[in-house]
């Protein structure tokens, strides 16, 4: 199968400072990435769906101006937590289709960060 | 609204079979896939199911049906490694895909 890189796997941050988190389609152009966050043991949280070359779209109740996202090219995305607090502590997981449709979602492999 | 039911927690015994069962509700329908999530790490894919039936895939087996808004997968000889949760998400008419919390699926020897 397709291969998703996310990086890093873990980070651990002060708060009020910001963490960039990438994600990279190794083996196919993804068209559309999708950021999720997870709190232990609820369900993944979509959190915005971006687009290569257009501005994301975020779900309700997420703030744009706080988890900026970036997909300058078909192989990259990057998730920005901007003035990161502990309440921003979670596992944060990006996921790639290489085209729209009924494929399979790639994940990456997940980031745990923890803000103190 | 969408919804998605699955029950949280199952036991079962390491050979045995197991059977998680998934309704939902969706705005369009475009496919259902079932992922496997080990604590702390990503889901990873094991199955997709958009016409009704039976597709099997080795010890995983998962099954639709579309009229009744459910599926399910099957689990055969069980083993250690399988304990994770297992997570039901139909995709909707925008191609989304729509998470539920997962079953959390405990082996015991």
């Known amino acids: 199968g397709a291969v998703v890189s996310q990086h890093p796997s873990w980070v651990i941050c002060k708060s009020g400072t910001s963490v960039k988190i990438e994600c990279r389609s190794l083996?196919?152009?993804?068209?559309?990435m999708f950021w999720y966050r997870q709190f232990p043991k609820q369900s993944l949280m979509l959190m915005a769906t971006?687009?290569?070359?257009?501005?994301?779209?975020?779900e309700q109740g997420v703030e744009k101006d706080k988890f900026l996202i970036n997909h300058a090219s078909l192989t990259l995305s990057t998730l920005t937590v901007t003035s990161a607090h502990p309440e921003d502590s979670s596992f944060y997981i990006c996921?790639?289709?290489?085209?729209?449709?009924?494929?399979?979602?790639?994940f990456g492999q997940g980031t745990r960060l923890t803000v103190v | 609204g969408q919804n998605i039911d699955q029950p949280t927690e199952m036991t079962a015994t390491e050979g045995a079979i197991v059977q998680i069962n998934c309704t939902y509700q969706?705005?369009?329908?475009?496919?259902l896939f079932w992922y496997q999530q080990h604590a702390g790490e990503a889901p990873t894919f094991l199955s997709y199911?958009?016409l009704d039936g039976l597709e099997e895939k080795g010890r995983f087996s998962s099954f639709l049906s579309r009229s009744k808004g459910y599926s399910y997968l099957l689990l055969k000889e069980l083993q250690m490694k399988d304990s994770a949760s297992y997570l039901c998400?139909?995709?909707?008419?925008?191609?989304?895909?729509?998470w539920g919390a997962g079953t959390k699926l405990i082996i015991k020897p």
């Open positions: 969706t705005s369009g329908f475009n496919g």
């Open positions: 083996d196919f152009q993804a068209t559309t």
């Open positions: 998400a139909p995709m909707d008419s925008n191609y989304q895909l729509i």
């Open positions: 971006s687009n290569e070359g257009s501005k994301a779209t975020y």
């Open positions: 199911n958009v």
């Open positions: 996921s790639a289709r290489p085209e729209r449709g009924d494929t399979e979602a790639f």
